[in-house]
């Protein structure tokens, strides 16, 4: 079990459920019962894209004293493992995050092609793939707002969103 909290980095999982689901608190101006689905959804889809950024990362992982430890290279999961797992993390997460509506599930969709398909095999080659990686999964509570607004709102908010911000990226970043 232990292996699997390593896979998912839990640790960071949380800290970027609790952003989100603190976003959420302030666009809704309140507590409702969606803020406990859409925590699940984003707390499985970070878990999940987690794990697939270390099934990506694998044999870099196994050379690097830091990271080779981890599961993967150490052997505690093999890769056909984790990236079933991942994909099936991501998925409930995504369902999760559908139950509350389409753009959480849109930012959470968003979020994991920005690190998994950008962040991931960029980080090694440029500096302004950290600049960006998670700040999509930390904008899905604030998305919820825009539920119940006009297409054209939540177009905006999209827009405001590719933006970044980098403030808090860099931050989350450095729990890596």
């Known amino acids: 079990m232990n292996s699997y909290l390593k896979l998912f980095k839990v640790r960071i999982s949380l800290l970027v459920t609790l952003t989100s689901a603190a976003a959420f608190v302030i666009a809704s101006k309140g507590v409702?019962?969606?803020?406990?689905?859409?925590?699940?959804?984003?707390?499985?889809?970070?878990a999940g894209a987690s794990a697939l950024n270390q099934v990506q990362e694998n044999k870099i992982d196994a050379m690097m004293e830091r990271t080779m430890?981890?599961?993967?290279?150490?052997?505690?999961?093999?890769?056909?493992?984790?990236?079933?797992?991942?994909?099936?993390?991501?998925v409930a997460g995504l369902l999760f995050l559908l139950s509350v509506g389409?753009?959480?599930?849109?930012f959470g969709i968003m979020a994991v092609v920005w690190y998994n398909g950008f962040y991931t095999p960029l980080k090694k080659k440029s500096a302004f793939a950290a600049v960006?990686?998670?700040?999509?999964?930390n904008r899905m509570g604030f998305s919820r707002r825009f539920n119940s607004r006009s297409k054209d709102c939540c177009y905006k908010f999209f827009c405001f969103s590719l933006a970044g911000s980098p403030f808090l990226d860099s931050h989350i970043n450095i729990l890596e």
Request: aromatic share 4%.
């Open 102 to 106: 389409l753009p959480p599930a849109a």
């Open 132 to 137: 960006r990686s998670y700040s999509a999964i």
């Open 69 to 90: 430890a981890r599961p993967i290279p150490s052997g505690e999961i093999n890769v056909s493992t984790a990236l079933s797992v991942s994909i099936a993390v991501m």
């Open 32 to 46: 409702s019962i969606s803020l406990l689905t859409s925590s699940a959804g984003v707390f499985l889809l970070a």
